[in-house]
């Protein structure tokens, strides 16, 4: 315990003494009357404040003991200040979040790892909610409810959660900004752009809709793909009425002078379309790559599925028996249970791998779901055989025999289809030297 009769020494001694400070801290002492009637310290605030003094008793600061922030502290002066810069305190405030910003650097022997800077940018994170918003596909008035309310006080206390209209006007401003940049992106490639184009239509409220995606080469060399149009069509849906929603299109990025050609399927509207689109730009005087001989590809992939749904039909009833089966396992977890014990112990197949269902629009489901069956034909022979529930669902031998020889046919046509399914490098290329070859 220090002596009652210790002084305090002034600022400019003990800076000598702590260089890393810009102005040193007095040892404790205990006050005379005097100066505890002048500078007592009755605030809450002083509980995160340190009291700073010098010669000169004008000059008195306080300096925060979590920001190491120095401000004034007159003996006279209220503490409203000091009260305002802790409430609004980054270091104070987010000394509970440490833990959520640990930083990727971790070390072995000590095994602790390093914390970044805790200090928040709101308009960084008021970005990225509504980013999160988008890219989930969440509603815009996830961000008032009460979880995620907390979520947010809990990462950032001082950040005021935002309304749901006001992230909708970030979502409009932000997707402005973005599509500047990728019209700067499509304005500024080295050379032609290429579409692909096919119309959706939904099931329950039978609007039809069109998705336009463009395709380049960016400074870099690298390929690029950016959907440009995803909206609703307006009947009657037939060519006419679409192309002039794709000119519309192409007019509004500024890019009706650098097509290089559309990639789309074999629909009889798209013929009517192609052919309108390519007068149209001849007519406002645009120049075609190759005089419009390639404005048009078919889809490779269109082409492939088309072969494939008539090779299936052949053995529509054996594929629907696999189906049941599987449905069968995938709702009664105790069969299933069984199942897999039984193709691991008795006929001693992979236990990791598991029977595959389909879906119905995507033929490389199905081709999947045929291998996986021939895979587990043992076991399926073994329990099938022996459920009086799936027996009526046993195949043949001759069944078998078909599965395997249109599981050997779709095998080409799914390898081919992954070759052309490629998102990151391009593949007219390939088909190119296809028809070299052939023409050849």
Not at 18 to 26: E, G, H, I, Q
Not at 52 to 68: F, I, Q, V, Y
Not at 142 to 171: Q, W
Request: net charge positive; with cysteine.
């Amino acid at each position: 315990m220090k002596s009652s009769n210790s002084k305090k020494r002034p600022i400019e001694t003990l800076q000598q003494d702590d260089d890393d400070d810009d102005v040193a801290v007095l040892e404790t002492s205990t006050p005379q009357h005097d100066e505890a009637k002048v500078g007592a310290c009755r605030s809450l605030v002083w509980k995160d404040m340190e009291r700073l003094e010098s010669t000169d008793k004008s000059e008195t600061k306080a300096r925060c003991l979590h920001c190491k922030a120095i401000l004034t502290a007159k003996s006279k002066s209220e503490t409203s200040h000091l009260k305002r810069h802790l409430d609004k305190c980054l270091a104070k405030n987010n000394v509970s979040i440490k833990n959520f910003l640990i930083g990727a650097q971790h070390n072995s022997e000590e095994q602790t790892m390093t914390l970044k800077d805790p200090k928040v940018d709101p308009q960084a994170l008021r970005k990225s909610i509504c980013m999160y918003v988008v890219s989930g596909t969440h509603s815009f008035s996830i961000v008032e409810e009460p979880g995620f309310k907390h979520m947010i006080s809990i990462a950032c206390p001082n950040y005021k959660v935002l309304s749901r209209h006001t992230i909708r006007r970030d979502a409009l401003k932000y997707y402005e900004e973005e599509r500047k940049v990728v019209m700067s992106n499509l304005q500024n490639a080295i050379g032609r752009i290429s579409f692909t184009s096919d119309n959706w239509r939904n099931d329950h409220t039978q609007d039809e809709y069109i998705c336009i995606t463009a395709h380049w080469i960016d400074t870099n060399w690298k390929l690029q793909k950016r959907i440009i149009r995803f909206g609703a069509l307006t009947p009657p849906f037939d060519g006419l009425n679409i192309v002039e929603d794709v000119s519309l299109c192409l007019s509004k990025w500024k890019i009706d002078g650098k097509v290089g050609c559309f990639t789309l399927d074999d629909a009889r509207y798209n013929n009517v379309m192609i052919g309108q689109i390519k007068r149209e730009l001849v007519r406002n005087g645009k120049q075609l790559l190759f005089s419009g001989d390639f404005f048009q590809i078919r889809c490779c992939c269109h082409i492939i599925n088309l072969i494939v749904q008539s090779g299936l039909k052949l053995i529509d009833s054996v594929v629907e028996k696999i189906r049941a089966i599987r449905k069968h396992f995938r709702y009664s977890i105790p069969k299933k249970k069984k199942f897999y014990e039984i193709a691991q112990k008795t006929c001693h197949l992979d236990g990791r791998k598991r029977i595959r269902g389909d879906c119905c629009v995507r033929w490389n489901s199905t081709f999947l779901m045929l291998d996986r069956a021939l895979y587990f034909r043992p076991a399926i022979d073994h329990v099938v055989e022996k459920d009086s529930e799936l027996k009526m669902y046993l195949l043949d031998d001759v069944e078998w025999e078909e599965v395997s020889v249109i599981h050997n046919f779709l095998k080409v046509f799914y390898n081919v289809t992954n070759e052309f399914s490629t998102s990151k490098t391009p593949t007219a290329n390939i088909y190119f030297k296809g028809v070299g070859k052939f023409n050849v």
